[in-house]
């Protein structure tokens, strides 16, 4: 028998978590539902505002990056906080960690539910509601009596069309995993008030690390002046790249340090 | 020990040891352990009962068996396996009947369908007669069973795995009388040559006739481990009108004393655990050289 890996039991042990995990997941699918339509009714432009149209007289659907950015933030990282924290609780932890399948492969399916399922069906349903107001919109172009108006266009289309959106984009690509990382180790640290202490932990961090690097950067610069004769603007290319790789890197240091968590985890 | 010793030992004398506690020590903090240097050998065949005072380290021992916590040093040899290391091999011949437990909003179907897989030698047909026996509503959803049916659900889920560990923390505790009495039935009845049964309880009473083996913890180690033939023929337990210099302990009671006194005359007495657990706590002095 395999002790560490097995795919028989990995996908038997991704169904036993779901009936647990999976109804809780899907009411909070219909709350994020919810709450995409809630703004993008409220947001969208319509003939019975004053201001519909952008800088560039297009209809003003600017609203919908920073939901998608913020509301993704919040889903991902409650998702990824709710996964082990049934370890916290003695009576849950038990059976969980006396179920018989390998600690990689537990580690695996809380990896699968909040890094892949959780962006996965994120990403489906902001698509999918977008589309929906999207269509919807450019069928009712004719009410807002504007001569000129261009069709809107949905999210996706808008950054894949764009060389700029395009390529930020694949460098943030790492990003989100880092948050999931980032909220399941936290699920597993704590025994109580998960969220909220990794959040907590997360704001001290990045406001520590802020603080050395300004500190640091302004020792290296001191009596330094500015040299920008061989500035090029690859350079900007160079700083992205080496922030997805960062963030790579840090995201599977920190998925290491949840498996050994894991691991050593004592009821 | 390895698996293959383990399988050759079976073969040749029909009994093994399962569990082998070498030197465990454990506590929970540096500066108060729990065990220290405790060794201690079970063996396949036998129903052993736990006792030991509140805060003696009897569910500690027994998470420390399933892996669920880890010694400071010392080892622990489960079936030839290390727990500590929850490797599915061992964790599927394990059946652990946690004292306090969670299941989920599920009918019981649904429950069976998502965690039998993982063992592979379950057994649908005897859970079902379970089931049958403890009087559990299958129609119900298991987080809407008061505690001593979803117990009872536990108790036969765990047993129909066919693990050959079956390691029970207070089982009786929640049940009711009857269910105390099918309780006893179902486990008499599910110990066979390749099972170790231990079980922890505070309950001795729920356990007479059961057990065949009494562990005792006091003091970070084992005051006592021994079968209950060995202990029945060493000492006697009687109700005296009174005390003697040959009654190592007594209790009052309503018509005299109860007593426990060597067995010089190999007379036939039945053990009385609550008793004896008395007895060994107030004079382990005068014990100790009965079953060094």
């Known amino acids: 028998m395999n002790n560490t890996f097995n795919i028989n039991r990995f996908g038997l042990l991704l169904k036993r978590q779901w009936l647990d995990f ?39 659907m600017r609203f919908r990056y920073p939901l998608f950015l913020i509301l993704g933030f919040v889903f991902i990282s409650i998702v990824a906080s709710s996964y082990f924290n049934i370890l916290g609780q003695k009576s849950r932890a038990i059976l969980e960690l006396m179920t018989p399948a390998s600690t990689f492969e537990k580690f695996v399916a809380g990896v699968t539910y909040t890094a892949i399922i959780s962006l996965f069906s994120y990403l489906l ?60 180790l936290g699920s597993i640290y704590f025994n109580r008030f998960h969220y909220i202490k990794t959040a907590l932990s997360l704001m001290i ?40 790789l960062i963030t790579s890197i840090i995201t599977i240091i920190i998925w290491a340090i949840t498996y050994i968590r894991l691991k050593e985890k004592e009821v | 020990m ?5 399988t050759l030992v079976y073969y040749l004398t029909n009994t093994v040891d399962m569990i082998n506690i070498n030197n465990l020590n454990f506590g929970y903090s540096k500066h108060r352990p729990l065990f220290k240097n405790m060794s201690m050998r079970l063996s396949n065949g036998h129903i052993y009962g736990l006792l030991g005072k509140n805060g ?56 069976i369908k998502a965690n039998a897989p993982f063992y592979k030698n379950f057994d649908h047909n005897y859970f079902t007669d379970l089931i049958k026996e403890l009087d559990i509503p299958v129609e119900q959803k298991l987080i809407n069973m008061s505690y001593g049916q979803k117990k009872k659900v536990i108790i036969a889920f765990g047993l129909a795995t066919q693990a ?15 269910s105390k009495a099918q309780f006893r039935k179902i486990m008499a009845s599910a110990m066979t040559d390749e099972r170790c049964i231990i079980i922890s ?74 008793l004896l657990f008395n007895a060994i706590l107030a004079e382990k002095i005068k014990f100790k050289p009965l079953f060094s």
Request: charged letters at 20%; one cysteine or more.
């Open chain 2, 56 to 111: 003696a380290g009897k569910s500690t021992l027994l998470k420390n068996l399933a892996g669920l916590v880890y010694a400071q040093s010392g080892t622990l040899d489960v079936m030839g396996y290390d727990p500590a290391k929850r490797q599915p091999a061992l964790l599927e011949q394990i059946c652990f009947i946690p004292e306090e437990f969670y299941l989920p909003s599920v009918k019981i179907d649904a429950y």
């Open chain 2, 201 to 274: 309880t505070h309950q001795v009473r729920d356990l007479d006739n059961l057990i065949d083996t009494v562990i005792m913890l006091d003091e970070n180690d084992i005051a006592l481990k021994a079968t209950v033939e060995g202990i029945t023929a060493k000492l006697t337990f009687k109700k005296v009108k009174e005390i003697d210099d040959s009654i190592i302990y007594a209790e009052p009671s309503l018509s005299g004393y109860n007593a426990v006194m060597p067995n010089y005359h190999h007379e036939e007495s039945k053990l009385d655990m609550e």
């Open chain 1, 22 to 60: 999976g109804k809780i997941y899907l009411i909070s699918l219909v709350v994020l539902l919810g709450i995409v339509v809630g703004f993008y009714g409220y947001n969208i432009p319509s003939p019975l505002k004053d201001n519909n149209f952008d800088y560039d007289g297009n209809l003003d």
């Open chain 1, 205 to 244: 961090f990045i406001g520590l690390a802020s603080y050395l690097v300004v500190k640091f950067s302004m020792w290296i610069m001191e009596g330094k002046v500015p040299y920008h004769h061989n500035y090029r603007n690859d350079d900007k290319d160079w700083i992205l790249l080496a922030l997805l």
């Open chain 2, 2 to 6: 390895n698996k293959q010793h383990h």
């Open chain 1, 125 to 184: 349903i902001f698509y999918l509601t977008d589309l929906a107001f999207v269509k919807y919109l450019n069928s009712h172009l004719n009410a807002f009596n504007h001569p000129g108006i261009r069709q809107a266009e949905s999210i996706t289309k808008e950054v894949f069309n764009d060389e700029g959106y395009r390529k930020y984009c694949s460098y943030f690509f790492a990003f989100p995993f880092l948050v999931t990382s980032i909220f399941l």
């Open chain 2, 164 to 178: 050959k560990l079956v390691i029970m923390d207070e089982p009786t505790n929640g049940l009711d009388i009857p």
